[in-house]
């Protein structure tokens, strides 16, 4: 048996894909990391649930403790819209040992109604029929999906079903030393060929050795440097997706700089133990002065640095878009149909553009809803939180990642190469054919 179809047996259990094959249409689907490729499913609008009766659902989630002030608050804001629901919220440890736990709940026909999912696990989850899709609720009760961003929806998208709506979603931007560089008179650089010029003027070199390296970018993630590769033109996969395509020539002109600009000595790769900290320490200690880390960590640094922080948007070339990252929130598949109709309740509202900012800012993450955004609200909060700003600015150019099975597991081959970059300076020309070959060999067993 071929790892695709052991994977779903596994996860999948007892459990059936439904589809209903008439009615109304699915329209949303991301497929490819840039913008998804699925055809529209058909399928029927849920029926109207008049029942009141009393239900208990749990939900199962790895909201980190500085969120559950925000959680607690939308519990019982829930509570009092949907008297009869009661939700118990579960925390199941980070993403990694939530996976897990859903998997072993699957098996043993025992499963919460509703569910964070790290958003690069969604498709193997959809694809194995654990998640259900929610395109009949979505359709009987009208809910808006173009008041998401198109990005952050479609990342929840998979094979034209609609698995999950985005729920803490986190996006890798720069956030930089504003107080250096406006007396240094330069700006971060929106493009690659601002890059050469900018680290010129902000590099700092003592002896020959860099004191204050430009900016830095973490290797331990093939979240943080895949927007890269793309923008230079660049694919993780063919069109097809059935084969590598991170040896080509375009997809490694962005390591290519990353490897000239490490060792010219501007720029520093986070790896390793402890990197992120590292990374971030030197960043506030003023070794670095331009740091790329997910939005999620805005807060933390405009709150630690003593210095004025900004933020940008990660630079482009060819093109200029930034992946998700973040958990979404999904209905379990093997709920039973009263359960169903709750989930979808609690989804809607966790979800929804009434209390998209509160939730925003009381987790740390990005709000999800263009209509919330651009509410009175919305305007308050970049009043009190303007380097969100740079973010929201290019809400529409945050987009999936690479949906496919597979990814989660091959991924690692590439990062390798990141690493070898990072910790012992080879030159990555050497080794991503080698890392594709692998690549390959992973993808042939999901065939």
Known sequence: MNKKKLATTMMAGALAVVVTACGGQATNGGANGTGGNSEPVDVEPAKVVEDTSPVTIQYWHSHAEAQMEGLNYMLEEFSKKYPHITVEAVFQGGYDDLHKKLQAAVAAKDVPAVTNVEVSSLPTFGESGVFADLTPWILRDQTPLDDFSEGMINSYAFNGKQYGFPLIVSTSVFVYNKTLLDELNVQPPQTWSEIDAFNEAVTLKENGQTTRYA????????????????????????????????????????????????????????????????????????????????????????ENADFEIGVSFIPGDVTRI??????????????????????????????????NIKWAEAVGYLPTRKSA??????????????????????FDDVTPRLQHIAYPEFRSHYIEVMGELALNNVDPATLMPQAAEKINEVLADYE
């Open 215 to 302: 900016f830095s970018v973490p290797g331990w993630d093939a979240w943080y440097f895949d927007p890269w590769m793309i923008n230079g033109g660049g694919q993780i996969l063919t069109d097809d997706q059935s084969a590598s395509a991170v040896e080509t020539p375009e997809s490694m002109r962005y390591i290519e700089n990353f490897y000239k600009w490490k060792t010219d000595g501007h720029m520093h790769i986070g790896y390793g133990k402890g990197a992120s900290n590292t990374m971030r320490q030197m960043f506030l200690d003023g070794e670095i002065a331009m740091v790329q880390h997910t939005s999620a960590n805005i807060k933390m640094y405009r």
């Open 322 to 355: 930034s992946n998700i990252g973040g958990a979404g929130i999904a209905m379990m598949e093997g709920a039973s149909e009263l359960e169903k109709e709750a989930a979808w309740k609690f989804i809607e509202f966790m979800t929804s553009a009434e209390h």
């Open 373 to 394: 955004i651009e509410s009175e609200e919305g305007k308050q909060y970049f009043e009190r939180w303007p380097q969100y700003r740079a973010v929201l600015e290019h």
